[in-house]
Every structure is written in structure tokens, then in C-alpha cells.
């Protein structure tokens, strides 16, 4: 399994869980798709879109599992994104947690696998 990752408010993720289906922050819509990282990209992403932040919550999604709606696309420096362009089922979340800052400042990834 192949998962990609969602950086995202915990209150816009406890929404979505409770209907059953997340169509992006306020960010992903401008945009017209739901940005994704890899576990790679996450910290960076982390780091760039969200310093500081301790309201988090990390989604690992099965990449698999959203079918043609997900392309991987150039961004950041060139490397490849998973880009979904539809709403994100819940039924595809593998896991989801808190990702709280380290003493550092940095989020605190933990183990990514599935």
C-alpha cells in the first residue's frame, strides 16, 4: 500500500470525519485539489505551510484507494506530488493522529508506515 499524507486544522479534520468525507481546506479548493505529501515531503511541507502550529492533525491515506482522481504533479523544486481532484472519502484514511511540535519547534512525524 502506497500512503500519502494530509497536514490539516484537527477541527476541519473532526468535521470531515463526521461527515463521512473531506473536500479541503479553504487552501485546496482555491486550488481545485486536495494537496498531498509523500512521507518524505511531509516535514518540509510541516515546516513551510505550518510552523509553529500545534492544532494539527496528520491523515495517512492509501493512495491507492482514490483511483484516477489522485496525479502526482511538479511542485516544489520539481518533485512530484500526490494531487487529489476530488474529495477524499474517509473510507480511504488508513490512520490519523495528532501531530503535536517537538521541543524544537518541529512536528513530531513519528512512524509513517501503514
Do not use: C, N
Amino acid at each position: 500500500m502506497t500512503l500519502v499524507f494530509k497536514i490539516v486544522a484537527t477541527e476541519e479534520w473532526r468535521a470531515a470525519e463526521t461527515d463521512g468525507v473531506f473536500a479541503g481546506t479553504a487552501v485546496d479548493r482555491a486550488d481545485g485539489y486536495i494537496h498531498f505529501s509523500t512521507s518524505a515531503q511531509a516535514p518540509e511541507t510541516a515546516a513551510k505551510w505550518f510552523a509553529g502550529r500545534d492544532d494539527l492533525t496528520l491523515a495517512a491515506v492509501d493512495a491507492d484507494a482514490l483511483g484516477a482522481a489522485l496525479r502526482w504533479e511538479p511542485s516544489r523544486g520539481g518533485a512530484l506530488f500526490p494531487h487529489l481532484y476530488a474529495p477524499l472519502p474517509m473510507s480511504a484514511v488508513v490512520w490519523s493522529r495528532p501531530l503535536p511540535l517537538g521541543p524544537d519547534g518541529r512536528h513530531v512525524f513519528g512512524d509513517l508506515g501503514a
